[in-house]
């Protein structure tokens, strides 16, 4: 069974230029989660899909962030414009149903901020 | 409310056994247990669920008080592969019980 794909793994930008990241989850997972880790720390919640429909976005700065999960299935996180502080790992993850279920993670995409 | 995870980092040689804790000021739902390796995805270990469910690896054990909101991963005959920083994630009774939050994590190294 495939893990969750995301991409790129890699980012550098300069400031106030625009990012996407592109996350593809396990088949069957109806849930999907957006997370920032910054170094040496756990990660945080950014937005929850479930389905097409973001259920929770509250961690979610949406002056410069959006993201949006077509058909919902693949996801895309968007910042315009970055900020040096936006440097970290993005990471997807997916579960099917309920909160007593596993999340399952992606490898990551690290941004870089110059 | 982030939970509080101790130790911070722990060495252990081969074959040593470790307890990584995980507290919590909140009324709690579910603890989650992942580890992760420098620069690759958490990995899911364990969950365990308010009422005594427990889902995870057979070569893990864990923990749940509910009454003290505290959560243990037991890690026994440690390997080299053990290593890497554990993190655990609760979640929160009632609506939020899906939003996960996760501690800082604890850094696990195993020598030879």
């Known amino acids: 069974e495939a893990g969750v794909v995301q991409s790129p793994r890699y980012k550098i930008i300069e400031k106030k230029q625009p990012v996407a990241f592109w996350c593809n989850p396990i088949s069957g997972h109806n849930t999907l989660y957006w997370y920032l880790q910054n170094l040496g720390q756990g990660p945080e919640l950014l937005i929850r899909?479930?389905?097409?429909?973001?259920?929770?976005d509250s961690q979610l700065p949406k002056d410069r962030f959006s993201a949006e999960r077509l058909k919902g299935v693949d996801s895309t996180l968007k910042i315009q414009p970055a900020e040096l502080g936006d440097s970290a790992v993005y990471l997807c993850?997916?579960?099917?149903?309920?909160?007593?279920?596993?999340?399952?993670f992606g490898p990551g995409t690290r941004l870089t901020v110059l | 409310q982030q939970p509080v995870q101790s130790p911070q980092a722990v060495i252990l040689r081969e074959g040593e056994d470790a307890v990584i804790n995980c507290s919590s000021s909140?009324?709690?739902?579910?603890v989650h247990w992942y580890r992760q390796k420098h620069g690759e995805a958490p990995v899911f270990l364990m969950i365990?669920?308010?009422?005594?469910e427990q889902k995870g690896h057979e070569k893990i054990s864990a923990s749940f008080n509910e009454k003290k909101q505290q959560s243990s991963l037991y890690l026994t005959a440690s390997q080299l592969s053990y290593s890497g920083t554990y993190f655990c994630g609760t979640g929160g009774a009632g609506g939020s019980n899906y939003k996960l939050t996760f501690g800082k994590g604890t850094l696990l190294t195993v020598n030879p």
């Open positions: 899909y479930e389905n097409e429909e973001a259920v929770d």
């Open positions: 909140k009324a709690l739902y579910s």
């Open positions: 365990l669920l308010k009422g005594g």
């Open positions: 993850a997916s579960s099917f149903g309920g909160a007593g279920n596993e999340q399952f």
